[in-house]
């Protein structure tokens, strides 16, 4: 019945260690000016986002006017396949009919 609550203890223990060392080796090395860089470049490409989405939108209409209308009548339309004369696998023959008829599809021959 504790088993819940010494799993949970465990984890939280184990949490802390993580933290822990992980503290311990960002004080080994400064990283400030590679987040300083890191922030910079964020802020630089959701400038460019904003700056780019008039654009974006612009484009985007300017497709939508020039899109040729498609009549569906001018599509080519599917035609049904021919069926085989004996389909490849068929539940009625036996093991052994099978297989020959497989190998004969494949070219092979068969034993018959």
């Not at 209409?61 to 599917?78: C, G, H, T």
Request: charged share 35%; hydrophobic share 30%; proline share 8%.
């Amino acid at each position: 019945p504790t088993l819940a609550s010494r799993a949970y203890a465990a984890r939280s223990e184990e949490n802390s260690r993580l933290r822990e060392i992980e503290a311990a080796i960002h004080e080994r090395y400064d990283v400030t000016e590679f987040q300083e860089r890191a922030d910079e470049i964020s802020m630089e490409i959701s400038e460019l986002e904003s700056d780019a989405s008039g654009i974006w939108e612009s484009i985007t209409e300017a497709l939508a006017q020039e899109a040729p209308e498609i009549d569906p009548d001018s599509l080519p339309r599917p035609r049904p396949a021919t069926p085989p004369d004996a389909p490849l696998f068929d539940s009625k023959r036996s093991y052994l009919e099978q297989i020959d008829h497989y190998r004969k599809w494949q070219g092979r021959g068969g034993t018959k």
